[in-house]
């Protein structure tokens, strides 16, 4: 009888970029765990070093380490991560979030009882979220849209995960190739999504466990958002999408997911009252398909490691 390797731990990766005040209560929170196996690893984009961030990260006998990346992009930033893990899962987390003790006793466990790859876990929105009747984590193939549905109860398969709170089995993601950095772009959407459906072709699962559960605050300021440049976003949703829909989608469902893209386009032109956004979104779509057609993009990245002395761990 062949014997079922039992994961070595987790790490945590937040990449991050100029939350330098939000980051904080991030990492408090995650060093609060109620779990033995599990490292941390921030991986910061921001423009200045984080050192009260750093001497969080001393304060705790916690395996913690704090890398300043030579780029900017969230698809750069897993990937990097992943370089650094020592650990069999991976949980990635967004640098704007607040949790209890259990998040990643959660997640581990739900891999352990689910045998899945990839794990969604629960978010709740503080700026509120309307719950349709969809499964979490579902997909509709004929928009090329992601349901999300995350701060549901309801545990069970799904089609994919939430970018700021999944963990996912290392071997699973190199399998694969890693996020595809083709995808930062504009505001990086559908990354995560690309990645599930990659994952599902390669015969992978996804799970989505509920109890894994954290509270994204979507702070206003840094992160990858495009603010009111409404033409730039459409781009990169355009391309984006194109890549979700060419490259995991069958041709039946093209026509539909295409207008519905373009129908956004419009929308987004009514709010710039240009026809900026439209155009823009017309050409994404175009640039993406081409995309679509090649291999997903994994760089050779660089960082710097800030190394650390750690102090004699004191109560958090």
Not at 25 to 33: A, E, F, G, N, S
Not at 168 to 177: N, P, T, W
Not at 279 to 294: E, F
Request: hydrophobic share 40%; glycine share 8%.
């Amino acid at each position: 009888m062949t014997q079922i390797k039992v994961p070595n731990g987790v790490s945590v990766v937040i990449p991050t970029i100029n939350r330098p005040e939000v980051l904080l209560d991030t990492i408090r929170d995650v060093l609060k765990q109620d779990f033995v196996n599990f490292e941390v690893i921030v991986v910061d984009q921001s423009d200045e070093i984080n050192h009260k961030a750093i001497e969080l990260l001393t304060k705790t006998s916690i395996h913690c380490r704090y890398f300043k990346g030579h780029f900017k992009g969230l698809p750069q930033a897993r990937n990097f991560g992943l370089q650094q893990t020592s650990k069999d899962i991976i949980l990635y987390i967004d640098d704007d979030i607040r949790c209890d003790k259990n998040l990643v006793k959660n997640h581990y466990q739900a891999h352990l009882n689910s045998g899945a790859a990839l794990i969604a876990g629960g978010i709740t929105e503080k700026k509120g979220e309307s719950l349709t009747s969809a499964p979490p984590g579902s997909f509709n193939k004929w928009t090329a849209t992601a349901i999300r549905n995350f701060s549901s109860n309801q545990a069970g398969w799904c089609c994919h995960a939430p970018g700021g709170n999944f963990s996912i089995k290392k071997q699973a993601f190199k399998d694969i190739g890693g996020m595809d950095e083709a995808l930062n772009i504009g505001a990086a959407l559908y990354e995560e999504s690309e990645l599930a459906l990659r994952l599902e072709k390669f015969g992978y699962k996804a799970w989505f466990e509920p109890t894994a559960h954290l509270t994204h605050l979507a702070a206003p300021m840094g992160g990858c958002r495009v603010l009111k440049d409404w033409p730039k976003y459409m781009y990169g949703l355009g391309h984006n999408r194109a890549i979700l829909v060419f490259r995991h989608l069958a041709p039946i469902y093209w026509p539909t997911a295409l207008i519905r893209t373009l129908l956004l386009g419009v929308s987004y032109s009514r709010i710039d009252k240009s026809i900026k956004p439209f155009i823009a979104v017309i050409k994404g779509l175009k640039d993406g398909k081409k995309t679509a057609k090649k291999q997903p993009l994994n760089t050779q990245l660089s960082g710097e490691e800030i190394l650390f002395q750690k102090a004699e761990a004191i109560s958090l």
